[in-house]
T-cell receptor, first 111, second 117 residues
């Protein structure tokens, strides 16, 4: 069966520090992968998606970047965090049947 | 462009009441998928249902039921005899089937359901 791992679960980082969040999927190959952000009390905003290794599409201009160095690995990064980067970050993959399966999320607080 | 609207920000009910969560969507595609997800306090999103645009049959799963109406572009979710464990944020989502193979999943802003004993 397919599983998705996302870490860390919580993170507190100072403004201006770098960020690296990792997501890996097991049990499937060539999945569509997604990064979403959920600001406190708000909906899910699609940040990046990837249909294959090295293929990244950005939905919203921002202080973040994404990379997909391996088929089942998706990384969200920032060189210098801003206060506005705080939020709940969710990684997801799409199965052939269409529904997305989410990781447990990373709660990022920038201080 | 695809868009999902969940006009109800928060709903409070007492246990055993029925509650309906509204979802209205916009799309230019004739082929699309609609979804509902539940986000409990732990934060992880839990998939509840997927419906494709060619299937307007309503669906029932235990205390949950979904009413899909293309004429009004709505995909409403009803919980019958609500329970405290139903307290969560519920998201409606839409995905257009694009020829390139990528399906962007767009979410509404969510409805927070509070069920009190």
């Amino acid at each position: 069966s397919q599983t998705i791992h996302q870490w860390p679960a919580t993170l507190v980082q100072p403004v201006g520090s770098p960020l690296s969040l990792e997501c890996t999927v097991e049990g499937t190959s060539n999945p569509n992968l997604y990064w979403y952000r959920q600001a406190a009390g708000r909906g899910l905003q699609l940040l990046f998606y990837s249909v294959g290794i090295g293929q990244i599409s950005s939905e919203v201009p921002q202080n973040l970047s994404a990379s997909r160095p391996q088929d089942r690995q998706f990384i969200l990064s920032s060189k210098k965090l801003l206060l506005s980067d705080s939020g709940f970050y969710l990684c997801a993959w799409r199965g052939l049947s269409g529904e997305a399966f989410f990781g447990q999320g990373t709660r990022l607080t920038v201080v | 462009a695809q868009k999902v609207t969940q006009a109800q920000t928060e709903i409070s009910v007492v246990e055993k009441e029925d509650v309906t969560l509204d979802c209205v969507y916009e799309t230019r595609d004739t082929t699309y998928y609609l979804f509902w997800y539940k986000q409990p306090p732990s934060g992880e999103l839990v998939f509840l249902i997927r419906r494709n645009s060619f299937d307007e049959q309503n669906e029932i799963s235990g205390r949950y039921s979904w009413n899909f109406q293309k004429s009004t572009s709505s995909f409403n979710f009803t919980i019958t005899a609500s329970q405290v464990v139903d307290s969560a944020v519920y998201f409606c989502a839409l995905s257009e089937a694009q020829s390139g193979g990528f399906q962007k999943l767009v979410f509404g802003t969510g409805t927070r359901l509070l069920v009190s004993p």
